[in-house]
């Protein structure tokens, strides 16, 4: 069987996708690895998930630093010293810095809760909902220095209904997330994907614009 592919997984909160890629990757046999979770805040219940599934949680509390530059340096040394081929952002709630974005060039990853790129940022359900958007998701895609602007890799397209407020459309999506970010790992992880001179690359050809969609 092929090495693992050691990967670090960022949160600030309840973890639910992590529990989705700690379920994805439970066994021995799966192409990736998480060796390690850290977290911005101690209260983050993903903590808990880690620490239940034999996994190292580690805090790093960026209130502790004199601003991003310095917060972000210190984080690339804690995860570069489990020496992971993948960083994972699972509700990681920082902005992270150009030095720290570079370093994990073409090995980064982060979940977004909309058809980027569409609805960047935050409030994406409402968000969706006041566009009157007859279809929403949550895309995958690689972290590049335009915030939420990096290369898709995959997207979830669900129908918004009549009767939908942004609590049903992120439960909806919530399912969605959990479903292609164990896939999106697990290209990686297994050598299909990578990030190519002109965007992503899944099994050696170019992936299109909107990245491999999958609707429900």
């Not at 030095?99 to 968000?127: C, D, E, M």
Request: aromatic share 6%; with cysteine; charged share 20%.
């Amino acid at each position: 069987m092929a090495a693992q592919c050691n990967v670090v997984v960022l949160i600030s909160g309840s973890g639910s996708n992590l529990q989705a890629l700690i379920d994805s990757f439970r066994d021995a046999d799966q192409p990736a690895r998480i060796c390690a979770v850290i977290s911005n805040r101690a209260d983050a219940y993903g903590l808990e998930r880690a620490k239940a599934a034999g996994i190292a949680a580690e805090v790093l509390d960026h209130k502790a630093f004199d601003g991003r530059e310095a917060f972000d340096a210190a984080l690339i040394e804690l995860i570069d010293s489990h020496d992971p081929q993948l960083v994972v952002l699972a509700g990681f709630m920082r902005i992270l810095s150009p030095a720290f974005v570079r370093h994990y060039q073409g090995r980064l990853l982060n979940i977004h809760p909309s058809l980027l790129p569409k609805h960047k940022g935050l409030h994406t359900h409402q968000r969706a909902l006041e566009a009157a958007d007859a279809e929403h998701g949550c895309s995958v895609h690689f972290v590049t220095e335009e915030l939420d602007g990096g290369p898709l890799v995959v997207q979830a397209i669900i129908p918004v209904q009549s009767d939908d407020t942004p609590e049903s459309l992120a439960q909806r999506v919530h399912v969605q997330e959990h479903r292609i970010y164990p896939l999106a790992v697990g290209w990686f992880a297994s050598g299909r994907l990578r990030l190519g001179d002109h965007g992503a690359m899944l099994d050696g050809q170019s992936l299109p614009a909107t990245g491999h969609l999958i609707r429900t």
